[in-house]
């Protein structure tokens, strides 16, 4: 497992991932839905990491941190004003 920091140079990375593949709109509902999931959908995702791989992991940890979940849908939220 990864460890459970998360940098603000990391949430803006993956904010502006999704905002290049036109996926802002998407992904801000989602994470809405995803919030309601929190810890119980951050340990969904830390058991397919086996099979995934360590990419979801910033956001298993986003989904622990509630904190965090609300700063990266933010940073989503500010690149799609900009």
């Given at each position: 497992?990864?460890?459970?920091?998360?940098?603000?140079?990391?949430?803006?990375?993956?904010?502006?991932?999704?905002e290049r593949r036109g996926l802002?709109?998407?992904?801000?509902?989602?994470?809405?839905?995803?919030?309601?999931?929190?810890?119980?959908?951050?340990?969904?995702?830390?058991?397919?990491?086996?099979?995934?791989?360590?990419?979801?992991?910033?956001?298993?940890?986003?989904?622990?941190?509630?904190?965090?979940?609300?700063?990266?849908r933010q940073h989503l939220a500010?690149?799609?004003?900009?």
């Open positions: 497992m990864q460890s459970k920091s998360l940098s603000t140079a990391d949430m803006v990375k993956w904010a502006a991932a999704i802002t709109d998407l992904a801000l509902p989602l994470l809405d839905v995803l919030q309601v999931w929190g810890f119980v959908g951050a340990q969904g995702l830390w058991m397919l990491a086996p099979f995934l791989g360590q990419r979801l992991a910033p956001l298993a940890t986003m989904l622990e941190q509630p904190e965090l979940l609300q700063q990266f500010e690149g799609v004003t900009q």
